[in-house]
Structures are given as structure tokens and as C-alpha cells.
């Protein structure tokens, strides 16, 4: 069974950068996609991010795009999440999620097998 453990979070400044790592255990990521969601107090949990097995293809959410880097070392069973030009609208619980998608349009609303227990960022002065 599939494991994924989030560290990374933290108290940032604002335009301040985090990154958000997400790591498996109980089973690989080979063939699964890695997705990045988040959920503010609140608020609805919004997709944030998402990268493929094969061609590594990304998607991400239109707040993030061009701050947000999504990544995977698929040897080290490793996802990440690099956060730059950190906003407080940015704040809240992160969490990770795997499963057999290609991501392409709307992958991110999804029903998502496997998650991790989230990891909370925090975007203030």
C-alpha cells in the first residue's frame, strides 16, 4: 500500500519561497502521477499542481503558475513542490496525492487514491 509523508512547510515572509517534498513509501510512484492540493481555513481544497510518470507533463493551477514548480525524482520516490513569490492568500495546509492519471485538463478534480497527511505553510510578516 502506497505511503506519502509531506515535510517542508514553514512560516514564510511574504515573496519568500518554500519547497514542499513529498515522499513514498509501501510502494513506488512508477506509473502514477504526483499532484499537489491545497486547503485553507475555510475553504474547498483546490488542486495546485500536478507532473505525470512518462513525459513528466505538468499542470498547474492558474494562482500558481509562474511561482509554483512541480518535480519528481522517480529513483528516490521523491515529489516536490517549489514554491517562490509566496503570497498570503498562499497559506494553508498542502498535501500531497498519487494515482494512476496522465495529467492533462481537469486531472486535478479528480478523486485521488492515495494522500498524505498534509504539511502547513504558513505566508505572513
Known amino acids: 500500500q502506497l505511503q506519502l509523508v509531506e515535510s517542508g512547510g514553514g512560516l514564510v515572509q511574504p515573496g519568500g519561497s518554500l519547497r514542499l517534498s513529498c515522499a513514498a513509501s509501501?510502494?513506488?510512484?512508477?506509473?502514477?502521477?504526483v499532484a499537489w492540493f491545497r486547503q485553507a481555513p475555510g475553504k474547498e481544497r483546490e488542486g495546485v499542481s500536478c507532473?505525470?510518470?512518462?513525459?513528466?507533463?505538468?499542470v498547474y493551477a492558474d494562482s500558481v503558475k509562474g511561482r509554483f514548480t512541480i518535480s519528481r525524482d522517480n529513483a528516490k520516490r521523491l515529489g516536490y513542490l517549489q514554491m517562490n513569490s509566496l503570497k498570503p492568500e498562499d497559506t494553508a495546509v498542502y498535501y500531497c496525492?498519487?494515482?494512476?492519471?496522465?495529467?492533462?485538463?481537469?486531472?486535478?478534480?479528480?478523486?485521488?487514491?492515495?494522500w498524505g497527511q498534509g504539511t502547513q505553510v504558513t505566508v505572513s510578516s
Open positions: 509501501g510502494s513506488s510512484l512508477d506509473y502514477r502521477a
Open positions: 507532473i505525470s510518470y512518462s513525459d513528466q507533463s505538468t
Open positions: 496525492a498519487a494515482d494512476n492519471y496522465y495529467c492533462s485538463d481537469y486531472v486535478l478534480t479528480r478523486d485521488w487514491s492515495y
